[in-house]
């Protein structure tokens, strides 16, 4: 199982960026949950959203909700993360998961990364004037 993300990089202040989680040698269509975590310099990694395997539940932290947008396109095998009005608190490192048995919602954004079934390198975001 591979999870690759891409779609950092540098972006002032208010603007925007997409993030991709490209999946391989698996199908995120067959019933994968995937969430988006962020670990930034000198803090804890913490999940910040995820959506469910039918794509129907989306989750957001408090500190993303209403700029942020996760969404899943199977046919492409990929999920994205829609990140607008960047603040300089959002530059980390940003890594996708998968997992099969638990689904999107609380317990899925409080999980540590490495309990899932898979996850990515991390992208860097960083925003700064």
């Known amino acids: 199982l591979k999870l690759v993300e891409s779609g950092g990089g540098l972006v002032q202040p208010g603007g925007s960026l997409r993030l991709a989680c490209t999946a391989s040698g698996f199908t995120l269509e067959d019933s994968y949950a995937i969430g988006w975590f962020r670990q930034a310099p000198g803090k804890e990694r913490e999940g910040i959203t995820c959506?469910?395997?039918?794509?129907?539940?989306?989750k957001y932290a408090d500190s993303v909700k209403g700029r942020f947008t996760i969404s899943r396109d199977d046919a492409e095998n990929t999920v994205y993360l829609q990140m607008n009005n960047l603040k300089p608190e959002d530059t980390a490192v940003y890594y996708c998961a998968a997992d099969r048995t638990l689904d999107c919602g609380n317990s899925y954004l409080a999980i540590p990364i490495n309990h899932l079934d898979a996850w990515g390198q991390g992208t860097l975001v960083t925003v700064s004037s």
């Open positions: 959506i469910s395997y039918t794509g129907r539940t989306t």
